[in-house]
């Protein structure tokens, strides 16, 4: 069995029990033994990002450049074997896991570009002979707290802006993905970062996760995960007023009006609800269809559905893989039986099934004849479930789209140029898609929501400076 320590200050170091990481697709496949921190282990991490702070943040920006270069074209390098793992660990499909590695590579390029570009602004005074510059300086040390479900891109455009712009890191990844942490790990490892800037601390939610809240040495939180965990992370923050960012939830509307193309959104609807097995807190899990194609949408959606493959997610024709865990598997079945009590008409899936391999397989779940109250329509499943809810027109499905906590991504499917401009105008969400479903979003541009969804800066792209630096304004007399 292979084991898999931490790197904290430099060194491999084992933790203080160890974390067997299960492969969902085929349960008597174990990928290895993962170390799990304890809090003493957690400490020495926050320590060592703390002592290395000083010399990184004022260090030459042309190592670090380099450095976050040298890690993603490896990454891109070993997209292929990288993603093999993280579909062997997650349960998406190869190409998705092959996307995702990818996607990783190119976040930490384009944040090695970005070092390069770090703005100041200097400004002419309202009082004679006063210099005022305004310039951006890193936090601190960054406590990362990552979700299972996208076990690379996540960490990738958390880690990668936090160390461009002159920050150190301590890393707790998911206890489902600790393979794919790891192995962005070690290849930073080889980068030429400094012992102590970049930490890796696998280990429980409750207990590392919770020293990272805790320690006043973390001056800045980024978590994506659940709500309630959010919650948690925002209260320990606020308590010692550090800096925080979350992403959390959604239960994104995908609207189809009367004049939309049928076949694009339908594939809209499946691949935006469905793909990566609707693990996505982009996924369309309500879609709201105007009632003249309704009829039609639903019969295309479920022929559409059953050319689906669900499978093992390393075989080259799965469509859909596996949940992620029993409890996740559990949590979508018993949504199953709470959108029939609620009456809503399960027009495909929606059951467990039995494959090659001992997995936790389901057919993704569609229910027709959904209105918005039903808890389907309002609660996040985080799984291949989603509700067709009609409506009578657009402002009625504008007005359905936006009846939600939630407001991450939001989409419409139209021929309508008018209808498309005011919806993405008028939809109350961070991310608007036209024509494509809400989730699966480019890496160089801000991502995250309004409402429960996201609360702080956005992430990726330039945006992210706002989160990953604090401004200083100078005054200085002639
Ligand atoms: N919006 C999104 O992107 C995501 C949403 N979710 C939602 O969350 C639900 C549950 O998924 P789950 O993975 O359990 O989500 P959690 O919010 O529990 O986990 C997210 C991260 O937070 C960590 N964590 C858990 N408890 C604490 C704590 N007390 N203090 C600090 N960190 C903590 C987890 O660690 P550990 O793994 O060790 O528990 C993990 O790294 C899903 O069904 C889904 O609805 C989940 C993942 C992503
Ligand atoms: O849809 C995407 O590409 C990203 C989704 C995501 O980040 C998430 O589900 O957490």
Redesign the pocket.
């Given at each position: 069995m292979s084991q898999f320590a931490n790197y904290i200050n430099g060194e491999w170091l084992q933790g203080a029990s160890v974390n067997k990481n299960i492969n969902p697709s085929d349960l008597s496949d174990v990928i290895g033994e993962y170390a799990q921190a304890d809090a003493a282990q957690a400490d020495i991490a926050i320590a060592a990002a703390h002592a290395a702070f000083p010399a990184w943040s004022t260090g030459n920006i042309q190592a670090r450049s380099d450095a976050l270069d040298k890690i993603g074209s490896e990454i891109l390098a070993r997209k292929e074997e990288l993603g093999r793992l993280l579909s062997r660990e997650e349960g998406k499909t190869l190409a998705e896991g092959i996307g995702e590695a990818g996607r990783a590579g190119n976040i930490f390029k384009f944040f090695a570009a970005e070092v390069l570009r770090i703005q100041g602004q200097k400004l002419a005074s309202v009082r004679p002979g006063m210099d005022i510059e305004i310039t951006r300086e890193p936090v601190g040390v960054v406590g990362i707290i990552a979700?299972w479900?996208?076990p690379m891109?996540?960490p990738a455009w958390k880690i990668a802006p936090a160390l461009a712009y002159g920050n150190t890191v301590v890393f707790k990844p998911a206890e489902l993905v600790p393979g794919s942490a790891w192995a962005i790990a070690d290849i930073i490892s080889r980068s030429g970062i400094p012992a102590g800037v970049f930490n890796l601390v696998m280990g429980r939610g409750s207990v590392v996760g919770q020293r990272f809240i805790d320690d006043r040495r973390v001056t800045a939180l980024t978590f994506?995960g659940s709500v309630s965990t959010g919650n948690r992370v925002a209260q320990g923050c606020i308590a010692r007023m550090a800096k925080f960012q979350l992403?959390m939830g959604g239960k994104n509307p995908l609207v189809v009006l009367n004049d939309a193309d049928l076949n694009v959104a339908v594939t809209a609807a499946v691949q935006g609800a469905f793909f990566s097995t609707g693990q996505?807190?982009?996924a369309s899990s309500r879609i709201i269809v105007e009632k003249d194609i309704y009829p039609r949408f639903i019969e295309a959606a479920r022929a559409q559905l059953a050319g689906l493959k669900i499978g093992h997610a390393l075989s080259a024709d799965t469509n859909i893989g596996p949940v992620v865990d029993q409890s996740q598997l559990d949590q979508n079945l018993s949504y199953i039986e709470i959108g029939k009590q609620e009456g809503a008409s399960l027009v495909s899936g929606g059951e467990r099934i039995k494959r090659d391999t001992d997995g936790f397989y389901m057919t993704p779940a569609l229910f027709a004849d959904c209105n918005n109250d039903m808890r389907i329509s309002r609660e996040e499943i985080f799984g291949p479930v989603a509700s067709v809810i009609p409506a009578d027109n657009y402002e009625h499905a504008l007005q359905l789209a936006n009846d939600t906590e939630f407001g991450l991504s939001s989409g419409i499917c139209t021929t309508s140029l008018k209808h498309a401009t005011h919806f993405k105008r008028h939809a109350q969400a961070g991310m608007v898609m036209v024509n494509t479903a809400t989730?699966?979003?480019d890496y160089h541009v801000p991502?995250g929501g309004r409402k429960a969804s996201s609360y702080g800066p956005r992430e990726q792209g330039a945006y992210a400076a706002e989160f990953y630096t604090t401004v200083k304004t100078s005054y200085t007399a002639a």
């Open positions: 979700p479900n996208f891109a996540i994506t992403e996505r807190c982009t989730a699966g979003v991502f």
